[in-house]
């Protein structure tokens, strides 16, 4: 079997670690334009702060490819012809398949605005982004960065980093309004002030100005307010990257459209991680994915029904985490910004704001947890899974909660605070804290 | 990968720079005192070398790191030259390689109290020296006063920078104090009362003299029986306390916690931590060269004890003759002139890593016989290669981190910088039990490819 796969980003390169676990004999080839090697699209802004080398965020030395025979093609894929099972390459050469997996990702959504085509107006995907971010911001003192959510945040930062001023863009009246329960966005808002970062909610951008040798001088807000810059980045969302698909009969709409297989209409092509649309996606789930964690998972369940073991993409319960300048964040299950019925939180703050909890729980007894957030404190993500996979009831979760605790060691324990709080807040059933985290304890 | 061009760098403020001025000052003056003919004015130049020095690290720490919110503060590490192994760290490395070679062997006492290219530097501390030693200064009291200095100093300065981590913060503040207390004090106030200069702190194979022969023997002759508890001290430590000490906590209760070495690293080194490689290349040779160390010091020291018991019939001179190439190849040039000199080019554990003999032992203890273990945290690893970075034994930790293992390997010190590095709470160093020590994340699915061999 020959499987050759599209992107070599997490989701193909997982695939294709998996098919070589599956089945040590396959022939896999994996094809990208973008770089030689796989690196971590996370890690882009640490390379920018200085904080690592390019060569830093390759997650695998490159010895690794050619001892799993892995052959790597740093080629642009120009056509896919699905009739005669053939890819064809800028080159000139064409590459035969037996199986075909896209895993071509994203490329930054952009809505029409005048002057996005100036020179310095970027988003923030791949190297190729991250060359021209680092070109484009030298010696200059203020960038506009368009967006309040996670790449926003990594943008203004990595301008801070440098001694340039940046100004935050944000749609909604508070930070990731979409994710973030009001309490929570106020801790980021804090580390924006903390770092001097001038945001502006409910403030759109609505044209950005270009002086006479094309490059950007200011953007124009849907306030009205015109903020003189020299470097406008567009945090506003990815969107599938499509452009080799639109050159065959494989089916699109937003993404590429796949069934819970991860097959796309065509037989032996498969799409998976942020390029790939979900025909059916489960309840409550979207049905493009552009998350790190979900692209793993893809490429991992993909490469099982390549293999002939059909296996339908189940995401789990979910899990996420971020970090805003130094507040780091984590999230379990189901964890939504705003009131739902039926469904309540226990919110916990430390009083120094350096710390937070949030427990999602059914309104009926027995008050099941469904989610958790987690904000400058870590959770341990088995116990959260567990809990929530178990139904476990709020009050147990609360007796048991040191259990989860994963900060390091001689770190502040707030259990006994948190607990005392959910008990003013929910006085029906009192909790007894049973278990803290102790020097020996571990849950795998 | 596409060589990226190197984003600009901020401008250093000019209090920073004034703060960076008032040290080169301190190393100035340093210089003065080396030269000057006139023992008054050397003095003079010596103490205000070594107080414009602290002051304008210290100033320079507080504006740099304390100025700054609390949290991980490693912007431009690899951009300037400094630590980016640029023009700066070679200058860095050549001085520090000079000064070694010339403190091991251009700085013997002749007899008559001169001390070879470093004399001027060492008459200075004599008033010091026979405050707290009650005899005059030598070439390796001016090294112990620098050495300590280093770590007092730049300890103040990790402090800073690594203050929203209490681990961090407490495990600084124990290496200051056993630099300070048992590497520094201790052995000269135990001189000033006429005892035994021993290091509590250091035990065999890395101070391999204190379990031979001839040791044990001066030991229990001049310091009766105080002299008998240190010989006694000594062998508890390297046989008893070490195996029980690591099988709670790893190798970290000595080397990120206790030892000079690794203090020196964890300060003083610390602005090189990342420089360590992290090839597979690099843990090969590791491999090669430490186990190699400890083979050779346990020959050795068996061989003088042969040597003794047999009243030096059996095996003729071998131990002796082994005994001194070591103390000059392993005891000098390696954990002296490579392990420090090279801080700037090849990381602060140089030694520590390729070398030591005592780090090998507790590794091997470590990797077999313990109950520590880096957790990783479910699988909430993005492979941002922070944690590979940071570590400064050269340990690949992403290679665990993103399959969701645990990490454990002799190697590791237990520094916990990993775990303050990572952007997403992954890692974190647990003392468990050793029933499922090696059980992966159930969460995130293994690739089980040779990664590692």
Not at chain 1, 71 to 78: D, F, M, R, S
């Amino acid at each position: 079997m020959h499987l050759v796969i599209l992107g070599n980003g997490i989701t193909g390169v997982t695939c294709a670690l998996t098919v070589r676990r599956l089945q040590p004999e396959a022939r896999i080839t994996l094809v990208s334009s973008e770089s030689a090697h796989h690196y971590s699209r996370t890690a882009l802004m640490y390379v920018y702060m200085g904080h690592l080398r390019a060569q830093d965020i390759k997650p695998y030395e490159d010895w690794f490819w050619n001892e799993n025979r892995l052959a790597l093609v740093h080629a642009t894929a120009t056509a896919l012809n699905t009739a005669e099972n053939l890819l064809s390459l800028a080159d000139g050469t064409t590459l035969a398949y037996d199986q075909l997996l896209l895993a071509t990702g994203s490329e930054s959504k952009l809505f029409d605005w005048p002057g996005q085509e100036l020179a310095g107006v970027q988003g923030l995907y791949n190297l190729p982004d991250l060359e021209a971010m680092t070109r484009d911001t030298h010696g200059i003192s203020r960038g506009v960065v368009v967006g309040g959510g996670l790449i926003g945040v990594e943008l203004a930062e990595m301008l801070h980093t440098r001694g340039i001023e940046p100004v935050v863009l944000v749609r909604d009246a508070r930070y990731w309004g979409a994710v973030l329960p009001p309490e929570e966005a106020n801790l980021v808002d804090r580390q924006f002030q903390e770092n001097h970062i001038s945001v502006r909610y409910q403030t759109e951008l609505r044209e950005i100005l270009g002086d006479a040798q094309g490059r950007v001088r200011a953007v124009v807000t849907t306030a009205g307010e015109e903020i003189a810059c020299q470097w406008v980045g567009l945090a506003t969302g990815v969107t599938p990257n499509l452009a080799l698909a639109s050159t065959s009969n494989v089916e699109t709409d937003r993404g590429i459209l796949v069934d819970e297989f991860l097959r796309t209409n065509v037989p032996n092509v498969f799409a998976a991680g942020d390029c790939a649309q979900h025909r059916q996606p489960g309840a409550g789930e979207v049905p493009i994915e552009q998350l790190w964690y979900t692209g793993r998972m893809q490429g991992e369940t993909v490469a099982h029904t390549i293999c002939g073991q059909a296996t339908p993409y189940r995401r789990g319960i979910w899990f996420n985490s971020a970090k805003f300048f130094n507040l780091e964040y984590q999230t379990y299950g189901y964890a939504p910004a705003g009131p739902v019925p039926g469904l309540s939180s226990f919110y916990w703050e430390h009083p120094g704001s350096r710390a937070a909890v949030r427990v999602y729980f059914r309104s009926e007894a027995p008050h099941a947890v469904v989610g958790f957030n987690a904000l400058g404190l870590r959770l341990r993500h088995a116990v959260c899974e567990q809990w929530i996979a178990r139904r476990t009831p709020v009050a147990t979760v609360m007796s048991q909660f040191g259990s989860a605790n994963f900060d390091p060691e001689f770190f502040p324990q707030h259990e006994k605070a948190i607990v005392a709080d959910y008990n003013r807040q929910f006085p029906g059933q009192p909790v007894a804290l049973k278990q803290r985290k102790g020097l020996f304890s571990i849950k795998n | 990968m596409t060589p990226t061009l190197s984003p600009p760098l901020p401008a250093t403020s000019p209090a920073e720079k004034l703060t960076l001025a008032v040290v080169a000052g301190g190393l100035l003056a340093l210089l003065l005192a080396w030269a000057d003919a006139d023992p008054a004015r050397r003095t003079t130049w010596f103490w205000l070398a070594l107080g414009l020095v602290s002051a304008g690290t210290l100033a320079w720490s507080w504006l740099k790191f304390g100025q700054h919110p609390a949290g991980v503060q490693q912007d431009n590490l690899w951009l300037r030259a400094s630590t980016g192994r640029g023009a700066i760290a070679w200058i860095t490395g050549l001085v520090l390689t000079g000064f070694y070679v010339v403190l091991y062997w251009y700085s013997g006492d002749d007899g008559k109290g001169n001390f070879g290219l470093l004399n001027n530097l060492v008459h200075p501390l004599d008033s010091f020296s026979q405050a707290l030693r009650g005899r005059p200064a030598d070439q390796w009291f001016l090294y112990g006063t620098f050495y300590t200095l280093a770590i007092l100093l730049m300890g103040g300065r990790a402090l800073w920078k690594y203050r929203h981590s209490r681990y961090q913060v407490i495990r600084t503040a124990s290496v200051m104090f056993f630099q300070l207390g048992f590497a520094f004090l201790i052995p000269g106030l135990l001189q000033f009362f006429q005892q035994p200069e021993f290091y509590f702190t250091y035990f065999w194979p890395l101070h391999y003299q204190y379990l031979w022969p001839s040791d044990v023997h001066s030991l229990v002759q001049n310091g009766q029986a105080l002299g008998v508890f240190m010989v006694f001290w000594g062998a508890v430590m390297s046989f008893v306390a070490t195996p029980v000490l690591t099988y709670f906590y790893g190798k970290r209760w000595y080397c990120s916690w206790v030892c000079g070495c690794g203090g020196l690293a964890e300060t003083a080194g610390d602005p090189y931590r990342h420089l360590s490689d992290k090839s597979r290349t690099a843990w090969r040779w590791e491999v090669r060269i430490i186990y190699t160390v400890l083979g050779l010091i346990i020959a050795i020291t068996a061989l003088l004890w042969v040597h003794f018991a047999t009243g030096g019939t059996l095996l003729g001179e071998a131990g002796n003759v082994g005994a001194k190439w070591y103390g000059f190849a392993i005891g000098a040039v390696f954990s002296g002139v490579i392990g420090v000199g090279f801080y700037p080019l090849m990381g602060s554990r140089v030694w520590c890593r390729f070398g030591c003999p005592m780090a090998a032992y507790l590794g091997l203890l470590q990797k077999h016989f313990s109950r520590f273990r880096i957790s990783t945290n479910g699988a909430q690893c993005i492979s941002c290669g922070n944690c590979s970075n940071v570590c400064e034994m050269g340990i690949d930790v992403q290679q665990y981190a993103q399959r969701g293992e645990p990490i454990i390997r002799a190697s590791c010190v237990g520094c916990g910088m990993c775990s303050t590095a990572c952007p997403r709470g992954v890692l974190n160093l647990e003392n468990g039990p050793r029933e499922g020590r090696y059980q992966a994340s159930q969460l995130i699915h293994a690739d089980s490819l040779r990664i590692l061999s």
